[in-house]
């Protein structure tokens, strides 16, 4: 038996372990097991990497970040963003840490909106609500579509904005918003990232990693004001394949 599984906090939710478990049924892969260990500290996270019965890992929130120094390796994509949502155990019993956010996002908004980057005489730019191992799969993916990205956070910094600072023309300047929190997952599905809606068009685009529900109220608000809206489901299908791929 091979053996996959998530590594995350209070994790029953979980997409990947169904989305694994429909893979192996309809591809007729046997022999292979995808499970939640759900990790309250991160004791608990070394303990299942120490367990070499099992071959391969995702891991989401809380532990992109935090996961790294009990790795032996990372690849390059991994080491430039800073988080890992892939773990791949090797021959040699070695950890090596891979990063499949930033492909899943970036073929996902390539499938919705390819013809926002076929003109190269404009520079896109981009808001990305938070700060968290997510949000830097998707500023490292933006960064290489050529987009010029700002961090949006209830604690700014020199280099990010606060809710508070959103104003018309940089709502007008932004056309493409990026929900990195988890506000509005299930079963808290009233809550919404505050920005200012009433600033959207047409023009814009809004990305909600957040795939459960399909249709967040971030999303619903800028349907509303005539944006184009991308659900996170898709972007999961495509970094699950992506990790499939690395573990093979």
């Not at 991994?78 to 073929?107: C, M, P, W």
């Not at 109220?217 to 699950?240: D, N, P, V, Y």
Request: aromatic share 10%; glycine share 6%; charged share 20%.
């Amino acid at each position: 038996m091979v053996n996959y599984g998530l590594i995350g906090k209070d994790i029953s939710y979980s997409f990947s372990r169904h989305y694994f478990a429909s893979k192996f049924e309809r591809e007729h892969i046997r022999n292979t097991s995808y499970a939640n260990f759900d990790c309250q500290t991160l004791e608990e996270v070394k303990e299942y990497l120490s367990n070499e019965t099992i071959s391969g890992f995702n891991v989401t929130i809380p532990y992109k970040e935090a996961v790294i120094p009990y790795l032996d390796h990372l690849d390059t994509d991994a080491q430039n963003i800073g988080a890992v949502n892939t773990i791949k155990r090797n021959d040699s019993g070695e950890l090596i840490g891979y990063n499949t956010d930033h492909i899943g996002f970036k073929q996902s908004l390539l499938e919705h909106c390819n013809h926002l980057f076929l003109n190269t005489s404009v520079t896109i730019k981009a808001l990305i609500l938070g700060t968290g191992g997510a949000s830097k799969g998707v500023m490292y993916a933006l960064d290489q579509l050529g987009v010029h990205c700002t961090y949006v956070s209830r604690r700014p910094s020199e280099n990010t904005l606060s809710y508070n600072e959103l104003s018309a023309s940089v709502m007008q300047e932004n056309t493409l918003i990026v929900n990195c929190t988890p506000l509005g997952t299930s079963p808290n599905i009233e809550a919404f990232p505050d920005i200012p809606y009433h600033h959207l068009d047409g023009s814009h685009v809004l990305f909600d990693l957040i795939y459960n529900p399909e249709k967040t109220r971030f999303l619903e608000k800028g349907e509303q004001q005539g944006a184009t809206i991308i659900s996170g489901l898709r972007m999961l299908e495509l970094q699950a394949e992506a990790a499939w791929e690395i573990w093979q």
